[in-house]
C-alpha cells in the first residue's frame, strides 16, 4: 500500500444530489489506483445506482474549508460498507476548483 487517507464523514453525490452519507472512510492508494472503504449512513438506494457518482471528503486545507471530490468508477455495498475504486481527485473550495493533471503540475479548472 502506498499511501492512506482518512475521515469521519463524507457524502456520495449524483450530481447535486445527495446519494448517501457514510461515516468512518479510508481511502487507500496501491499500484491499480484508489480505493475507498466507507460505513454507510444513510442513503438512497436509488440514486446509489445511478452514474456518474463522486465521493466528496471535506476538509480544511491551509485554514479554509474545501471539499476533495474523487470520481467514483464502481462500487459494491458489503454488510453496510461502500467500497468503491475511484478516479481522480478534484479540489473545489466553492470558488475555484483544482485538478491534479499526473506530473505534478495542477490546472485550475
Do not use: K, N
Not at 467500497?83 to 479540489?91: I, T
Request: positive net charge; contains cysteine; proline residues 4%.
Amino acid at each position: 500500500m502506498r499511501g492512506m487517507l482518512s475521515g469521519e464523514t463524507g457524502s456520495i453525490r449524483w450530481g447535486y444530489h445527495l446519494a448517501a452519507t457514510v461515516g468512518p472512510f479510508t481511502i487507500t492508494r496501491g499500484t491499480g489506483g484508489y480505493r475507498l472503504a466507507a460505513t454507510i449512513v444513510e442513503a438512497d438506494a436509488a440514486r446509489l445506482r445511478q452514474q456518474p457518482l463522486v465521493f466528496v471528503m471535506p476538509l480544511t486545507w491551509a485554514g479554509r474549508a474545501v471539499a476533495w471530490h474523487w470520481a467514483i468508477r464502481g462500487c459494491e455495498l458489503v454488510d453496510g460498507r461502500l467500497l468503491a475504486d475511484l478516479g481522480g481527485v478534484e479540489v473545489r473550495d466553492g470558488a475555484v476548483s483544482i485538478r491534479p493533471t499526473g506530473d505534478g503540475a495542477a490546472v485550475a479548472v
